[in-house]
């Protein structure tokens, strides 16, 4: 499907999948013909699964998001079901993230309608699909409409109660007798959405805003391009690879480096890559005790005890052409399996190269160490499109080893 196309539903019960790579909250909003909710009741999501002819079910991070639709459920009244998704990490936004809808009879299992939203950027939430009513026929529609304040934008927009935080009591003088009276009661606040808040809605109400109102960006956030040549990376931002409208070789080396810091002795660092799933599932884990995986697309070059000597300390060949299909993320990780800190590194970097010409493509040099075991140095995401992105990350964790790191990277993907 494209934004704005329909098609009728040949069946009174869908489920509709947002799948992404990396891990969404996907809710939906039952509707009246004045497109607003009825009540808080009407906002289905992790914290109320369950309405009126509509009900959620988490992926548990092993599968997507969905929202089941029942149209021979729903109230009288009810014209509208949005379904909506937000990335699951707070403040990250769907630059780089090309979410997919999957519209499924659950009957049968068979696939309906897909759709992904085209050029999507600073939102960090969307409208994705809606099932809707018309002339007494039930269909579904591509939607693709961003918000740039996040789920709490969308829920206000569509008329559900955001919960804002407590003001402070003033504080007044202690009185000089006991009162004779008791205080009458503090007015009665609005209703909220019931259960433990979601933290994405402990935020003031805000009016819905289109992606031209972005919200502020993450520093050294943004997709960049190779058209100019070689890229030097910021913590945080993403490049295409991608030069001249054309993909480049699917054969690709990262390289890794360091040096023991302030002349200190030899530092034995581990570099290693860990493969995931569209569900942030871990695939398996490339490091030297496991020079090659996924049928050899990805091989390493072998362990670095010392650090020393020009150029890169280890070096990861991953053939992207040949990466399993389901093989969707790519986090490459250093750590210090004798437990020196980071902090006694100096110049560690990260490179990405066309592994047939040799030719440096990305570069990420790593600053502001922390005193810890373990980093995070960069990920290899792959689009919908079939397109790569390296985004720069520089996140530093407790870890000597890669096993440690399999549950962090697969987080920040």
């Known amino acids: 499907m494209t934004p704005g196309s329909n098609i ?11 799948a992404a790579p990396v891990r969404l909250d996907v809710s939906g909003l039952l509707l009246t013909a004045s497109g607003k909710v009825r009540s808080d009741d009407d906002f289905i999501f992790y914290n109320q699964p369950n309405g009126p002819g509509v009900t959620y079910q988490g992926g548990g991070g092993a599968a997507p998001d969905s929202v089941t639709v029942n149209t021979a459920a729903l109230p009288p009244g009810i014209e509208k079901i949005v379904i909506t998704a937000s990335p699951d990490a707070a403040g990250q936004t769907f630059q780089g993230v090309e979410p997919t809808a999957t519209v499924r009879d659950p009957a049968t299992g068979s696939v309906l309608a897909t759709f992904t939203p085209p050029q999507l950027g600073t939102e960090t939430a969307l409208v994705v699909v809606e099932v809707y009513l018309r002339n007494g026929a039930w269909k579904v529609r591509a939607v693709g409409q961003g918000y740039a304040n996040g789920l709490a934008g969308i829920a206000t927009d569509f008329g559900v109660t955001v919960e804002e935080p407590a003001a402070p009591a003033p504080q007044a003088a202690p009185p000089a007798a006991p ?105 398996d884990s490339c490091y030297f005790g496991k020079l090659s995986i996924l049928n050899g697309s990805v091989k390493h070059s072998g362990d670095n005890l010392t650090g020393e000597g020009a150029g890169d300390d280890e070096v990861i060949m991953v053939d992207l052409g040949r990466l399993p299909q389901e093989a969707t993320g790519l986090v490459f990780t250093v750590n210090s399996f004798s437990g020196q800190k980071f902090s006694d590194v100096a110049k560690a970097y990260c490179r990405l190269l066309d592994a047939q010409t040799g030719e440096e493509l990305v570069r990420f040099d ?26 720069a990350m520089g996140s530093f964790v407790k870890s000597r080893t890669v096993r440690g790191m399999v549950k962090p990277a697969g987080q920040a993907l």
């Open 8 to 18: 009728p539903l040949p069946v009174s019960t869908v489920a509709v999948e947002v």
């Open 179 to 283: 009162p004779v009276a008791a205080a009458p009661p503090p007015p009665a606040s609005p209703p909220t959405l019931p259960g433990t808040p979601d933290p994405r809605l402990a935020a003031p109400p805000a009016a819905a805003q289109a992606p031209a109102a972005p919200a502020a960006p993450v520093p050294g956030a943004g997709k960049i391009s190779l058209d100019k040549g070689r890229v030097n990376l910021q913590k945080n931002q993403t490049v295409s690879l991608v030069k001249g409208g054309r993909p480049l070789l699917s054969q690709v080396k990262m390289g890794l480096g360091w040096e023991p810091a302030y002349r200190g002795k030899d530092i034995d660092l581990d570099a290693s890559v860990i493969a995931y799933g569209p569900q942030r599932n871990h695939l």
């Open 366 to 391: 790593l600053t502001g160490a922390e005193p810890q075991t373990g980093v995070m140095m960069c990920k290899l995401i792959r689009q919908f499109s079939g397109e790569w992105e390296m985004t």
